[in-house]
């Protein structure tokens, strides 16, 4: 297995964050939430609830989550930021920090994960490119010159967490 596409969507990132968790009903901790290391590493929760940061102003990214038997190219991403994900449940839900429910769930065999957000075009959206056209999710599905993500979801803890690749 290269890559098998797991989901798909356009998410709001509400608070400039992804959520990617085992239960979307499960509490954070008050020392899980962010704080200045937290956010120089890219992200916070727990490893059953993980909070990775973005960075356009309207919080409007497409995402994607692909089962993959290794990470991704270093050299043909922007920013990947790595973190250990746990699924206890054989579930994983990508969604916002605000939403009730999803934007997708897949499922996993239950265990530890590597997961590594790769992220181009940081900080450029539809505003910052001077539109205004609301597009439909199909449309901005195609849209590669505004920031998305792809998140690769490996098997195993990872060696190291937090920023691998950070480019401007």
Not at 47 to 61: G, K, S, V, Y
Request: charged fraction near 25%; include cysteine; aromatic fraction near 10%.
């Amino acid at each position: 297995m290269e890559q098998q596409l797991l989901g798909a969507a356009r998410l709001f990132a509400s608070h400039y964050q992804i959520v990617v968790c085992d239960d979307p009903r499960r509490p954070l901790g008050a020392d899980e939430n962010w704080n200045d290391e937290k956010a120089k590493r890219g992200f916070a929760g727990a490893p059953t609830f993980r909070m990775i940061n973005t960075e356009a102003d309207l919080n409007d990214h497409w995402v994607e989550l692909v089962a993959a038997s290794r990470p991704p190219a270093f050299d043909e991403w922007q920013r990947i930021t790595c973190v250990h994900f746990r699924s206890e449940s054989g579930r994983v839900h990508v969604m916002s920090v605000i939403d009730n429910e999803p934007a997708y769930s897949a499922g996993v065999e239950p265990g530890d994960y590597s997961i590594y957000a790769a992220a181009q075009n940081l900080g450029i959206d539809q505003l910052s490119l001077g539109e205004s056209t609301n597009l439909a999710d199909v449309e901005f599905a195609q849209r590669k010159d505004v920031e998305w993500y792809r998140l690769f979801l490996v098997p195993g803890k990872p060696e190291f967490e937090g920023r691998l690749v950070d480019r401007p």
